[in-house]
């Protein structure tokens, strides 16, 4: 798929479903890769979701160093700090009462082998320069389910499982399982990214591999001829008002 295509492909999915940021592309820029001339700006004490929210908005990003440490965990760029590993932070947070909970949230969390990656590359699809290897995308419920509505179109009507802790949402649940199990993901958020993004209180995450953003996007312009405008017209519930129920 060349950059013009995604480009195109990525104004026509924010327009027909009225997105309120851009979708986002990730690339990892993993320790083998010879050449990475990605032109953006470096990031410094940022936490990943902070990065991804700098991208939704418009800006190319590169982010080596993550400010979270769970996040940079579950990049493999640092070990899990044993606070962590024991489920002990995680009641201090308040985000747990017992530290056998935390500790299973972070045992089963999806991760990267550690040292595999050296950083992130994040920008809006709209301005792309290269292929990245995830999408994520920030937006209302609402315009959410009809992303995955296509996806579930694109799998020939089978359902979409969706796998989380509530606890790195952007991270994990969007980023790193999408790119690791090869699957559409889902989340509404966490303590987390709620804290330190401008992610609305109605507004949820998904992540898909990037091979399947072609499909979903032609999907979204099936959907948009008929299934979203109708739904979006309410004209049930109107005329439900209407006859006074």
């Known amino acids: 798929m060349e950059t013009k295509l995604i480009r195109e492909k990525a104004i026509l999915l924010r327009k027909k479903i009225s997105l309120r940021t851009f979708p986002v592309g990730v690339k990892f820029i993993f320790v083998s890769d010879e050449k990475n001339n990605y032109r953006g700006e470096k990031l410094k004490g940022y936490r990943y979701c902070q990065a991804l929210m700098k991208a939704r908005n418009g800006k190319h990003v590169i982010i080596e160093e993550i400010a979270c440490p769970a996040a940079s965990a579950a990049f493999g760029i ?3 700090p044993e606070g962590l590993k024991t489920g002990k932070g995680l009641i201090g947070f308040g985000i747990t009462k017992e530290i056998e909970t935390g500790r299973n949230m972070f045992e089963k969390m999806p991760k990267f ?10 920008f809006p699809l709209e301005t792309a320069e290269i292929k990245p290897d995830v999408v994520v995308i920030e937006d209302e419920v609402e315009k959410l389910m009809w992303i995955i509505l296509a996806e579930v179109n694109r799998n020939k009507g089978k359902r979409v499982l969706s796998e989380t802790a509530v606890l790195q949402a952007v991270c994990v649940d969007s980023t790193v399982l999408p790119f690791i199990k090869q699957r559409f993901n889902m989340s509404f958020g966490c303590y987390g990214c709620r804290e330190a993004t401008d992610i609305k209180e109605g507004e949820g995450i998904v992540g898909f591999p990037f091979k399947y953003f072609e499909e979903i996007v032609n999907y979204i312009e099936y959907l948009f001829q008929k299934a979203i405008p109708n739904s979006r017209s309410k004209s049930a519930y109107l005329r439900l008002k209407r006859e006074g129920k």
Do not use: A, W
């Open 78 to 80: 640092k070990e899990l």
């Open 113 to 122: 082998q550690h040292g595999r990656i050296k950083g992130i590359y994040l």
